[in-house]
Each structure stands twice: as C-alpha cells, then as structure tokens.
C-alpha cells in the first residue's frame, strides 16, 4: 500500500514537471528549469536563506535576459520601458496575485484585495483623503508633529544625549497617521523616550514573517484563532499585532454603536464607516483590518525614508552643506515655515527627497495579473490571469537611467531637471497605476516638512551608527540589513540659530 502511495506521487511530481517544462502556457518564457518546475528556489531563498529571493531572480536575469520566469507560475520583467503595461492604469485592469497577499495579516484592507473593482471602491472610500489639496491642508498638522520633534532634538542637545533617530521618526509619523485616521494621535512623540510604538514593533514583526506567510498563508490564520494567553507565550510580538487590531475592532465597535460618523466625514475613519458605504463594507473585521494597514503604511513608509534620507544627508557633509544653504536661502530664520508645495520648488532638496525614495524604496515583488488581457513583451506573449512582475530595485539601479546607481547624489536630479529631462517618470518607489499607493502625497509632505525643518535648525553627526545597520542585504516587503531593522542613532553638534 505504501508503495503504491509513494508511487504515485513520484508519478504525479513527474507528468507534473514535464507539463510545467514543456506544454504549460509559460513554457516559451527563459528560465532555470527548477524554477521552471518548481517553487523550491523560490522557497529556498526567501524564508531558509531569509529574504534573499531579489538576487537570485538578479542572477536569473544576468543569465537568461530581461525576461524569466521565476517559479512556475510568475514572469518578472526588468525592462524599465514595460513597467506602465504591467502596473496599468485606467480601464485596463490590474488584479493581484493572490499568493503575493497571503504575508498580509489584514485580508480584509485594501491593499491586500485582489479584484481590480473591489479594490478600486474600497480605495475611492479614503483616497480623497490623501490628495494633494488635502495634504496641503493639512501640512499645519504635519508641522506641529514635526516641531515637537524639533524639541525633542532641542532637549537631547541640552541634555547632551544621543538621538535615537529612527525611532524619533517612527514615533513622528506613527503620531501623524493616527491623527489623521482617528483625529487624535497615539502621542508617541509627547513620551520622554519615544517608547511605546507598538505599530512600529508590529511593523518589524509582519515583515519578518512575510515570506514564511506567503508559503504557509494558513499560519496567520491558526495564530489568529489561538487564546491571547497562548499567542503571548508562542508569538509575544506578533500577538501585540493582533492585540492592537482587538483595540481597533473594540474601537469600531463603540462607534458604530453611538453612530459616530459625520455627514461630511473629517477623518479617515469616520469615511470608512460612512452610511452611504454598503453595510459589508461597514463590518468590523473590515474596519479593524483597513484601519491597521492604514496605521502600518503609515508609519512604516515615510518612517523609513525619513531615515534613509536624514543618514545619507548627515553621513556626506557636502550634500549636508549644500542642503543648509538652499534651505536659510529660502527660510530666512530657523524656524521659519514653508507648506510643502513651496518646499517642492528647491531643487537640491527635492533631489535629496528623490535620492531617498529611489535607494530607500520597499523593496517587495508586487505582481499583477491582467485577467483579461495577454500581455506582449518583445517575442514573449504572457497569456492572462498570469503574475507578472517588476521589482523596484531594478527600475531604480538601471545603470543606464541611473549612472553609478548604488551612489546617492541629489545632483543628478537637479542636472536632469536642468536638461529639461523627466526622471521621474523612472521613480517607482510608490508603484504607479490604478493600484498606486494611496499614501504617496502624505509621505512626500512629511519628506520635505521634516528634512527640512531638521537640516535647517540643527547640525547633526552620526554616532553608533555603521554602515552595516543601514545597508539593504534582505528583503521582507521593505529593505533590511542583515541583522534587525534600519537603525541610525546621530549627535547633536549644534543648535542653528541664525
């Protein structure tokens, strides 16, 4: 009987290995044929080797061309020119591929649906809410938060104590998006030590998980189902996760109860539970999982670039200098405001706002399928409902579009700019299309207000701080060193007071 067994399943890995070589409709796409036949490569370097899968599909491409196909069923394309018809906007639609969703603990939320017009009615619900007119008008906002961490680096100069720099703008941007979400904030940044961020811990602990996730999508859902007591015992940092969409669900709950919407919704929560909003959107599961992924991609983005940008700028003193003049040209005082859409017009500032999004960019393989459409690159015809790909870091280190990629100069924003060149069509870090990231103008508003604000009130210096904690060597949907999260720690030097 055993035998019988273990017969037919070597028989069944085999006719499904030849069908998957040589009659599947991706036969016709260059790639290695384990990866061709099956999803151990795949595996392998992404949760044993943890996070590593982006350059073995690089050393996939150095061999087989801008076309692979990557596992059995996905084709990633680093061919800049080919990023608008994979990542469509429009009519043309765009779904998600279910297996690249799996990783997220929110299933309900909007990033993580996966049919084109149900995302796009669950993104019409808050989009409104992060348009640039919306933004502009709340960059007074923005700038309160971002003087209190003005203060915060003011106390730490005259205490003479080191910044925790990345968990200052985490705490910052934790602050902004619940402020913005629920119309009051999670005071991250009023704590002496800026503890306390546990979206900022949940963050760490989701993207360490992704992988094994997208493998094993049945985990998240076990860990779910498990008594609070046994989940801090088994998964103490995933369950601070769960515990903070409890929070959220409790929260929804109480509002829902006393009606708690306005007739022209004043934030992002009161939008989502709306009455004009179908009651199935309205559930609490939704409104528990919408708001968590809204607080996650919140902080998470700018929180990282802010970081990216603030150890690029003070570890190279000449882009230090030259931003330090742009900026007291154009702020006469050191506390002197300008709303962000003046601040866009400063060239060499905008050119360290792009450099920091192009190195600093999540780094995740965001497929989409075209469930109607057969997609036609070169000689390669990709048929529908086919996951196709192009990961960021390869549109934003193309030597050709980005001369000595891996090196960050603003300057080469600026010449562009001067050339009358359009580089930015080639900025991708928020994906483009009708599923681009919602939060982009919030992000970039908080960029330009806190860089900004810091670079022109303080001279700043690194302390504790290698280049090893601030490197990219895995990728868990955003860029990690190898040991922990992004990590700058600086000393304050000197108070800017003229």
């Given at each position: ?45 992404s ?16 061999q ?29 639609k ?16 909007t ?9 796009r009615?669950r ?20 700038q309160?938060k ?12 005259a ?13 910052l ?58 989940m ?24 829902l ?22 009651p ?7 409104l ?31 882009i ?20 962000s ?11 360290v ?6 190195l ?29 790909s192009?990961?960021?870091?390869f ?46 103008n919030l ?19 690194l ?36």
């Open positions: 009987m055993w035998l019988f067994l273990l017969s037919a399943v070597f028989a069944y890995i085999f006719l499904q290995s030849i069908y998957r070589l040589y009659f599947h409709p991706l036969s016709h796409i260059p790639g290695p044929k384990l990866a061709a036949i099956s999803y151990l490569p795949h595996f392998y370097h949760v044993i080797r943890g996070g590593k899968f982006l350059w073995e599909i690089e050393k996939m491409h150095k087989y061309g801008p076309t692979v196909r990557i596992n059995p069923r996905e084709v990633h394309i680093t061919d800049p020119s080919f990023y608008d018809e994979i990542y469509a906007s429009g009519k043309r765009r779904n998600k591929d279910r297996h690249l969703v799996a990783f997220n603990t929110s299933p309900l939320s990033p993580a649906t996966m049919d084109h017009d149900l995302h009615a993104r019409s619900q808050m989009s409104h809410f992060f348009s640039k007119k919306a933004v502009l008008e709340l960059n007074q906002g923005i309160a971002v003087s209190l961490l003005v203060k915060f680096i003011e106390r730490a100069h205490n003479n104590t080191i910044v925790p720099m990345s968990s200052a703008f985490a705490a941007t934790g602050d902004i998006i619940t402020h913005y979400l629920y119309g009051q904030d999670s005071q991250y940044m009023s704590s002496p030590d800026l503890s306390g961020n546990i979206i900022w811990d949940a963050i760490a602990e989701i993207t360490n998980s992704s992988h094994v996730f997208e493998f094993f999508p049945i985990i998240p859902i076990l860990l779910r189902s498990l008594p609070a007591r046994l801090r015992v088994v998964q103490p940092k995933l369950a601070a996760v769960y515990d903070r969409q409890d929070q959220i669900e409790e929260q929804s709950k109480q509002t109860a006393e009606k708690g919407y306005l007739s022209s919704a004043g934030t992002i929560y009161q939008a989502l539970i709306h009455p004009d909003i179908p199935e959107e309205r559930s609490l599961a939704r528990r999982d919408e708001s968590f992924i809204v607080l996650v991609g919140g902080t998470e983005t700018a929180g990282a670039t802010l970081t990216f940008a603030a150890y690029h700028i003070i570890r190279n003193r000449s230090y200098v030259k931003l330090q003049n742009e900026l007291r040209g154009a702020m006469p005082t050191p506390t002197s405001f300008l709303d859409s003046r601040l866009e017009q400063l060239p060499y500032l905008t050119g706002i792009n450099e920091a999004l192009r600093g960019a999540p780094a995740l393989r965001s497929a989409r399928v075209a469930p109607f459409e057969a997609l036609k690159y070169k000689d390669y015809v990709i048929p529908p409902n086919t996951p196709v192009t990961i960021s870091h549109v934003h280190r193309n030597k050709e579009i980005f001369p000595d990629p891996e090196t960050f100069n603003p300057d080469r924003w600026v010449l562009a700019a001067e050339k009358g060149e359009n580089l930015t069509k080639y900025l991708v870090t928020f994906t483009r299309g009708s599923r681009v990231c919602v939060g982009m992000a970039c508003a908080e960029l330009y207000l806190t860089i900004a604000a810091l670079v022109r009130r303080f001279d700043l210096e302390y504790d701080t290698p280049p090893e904690n601030m490197g990219f060597a895995r990728e868990m949907i955003v860029q990690r060193p190898e040991k922990g999260v992004w990590t700058l720690k600086v000393r304050v030097v000197r108070v800017v007071e003229e």
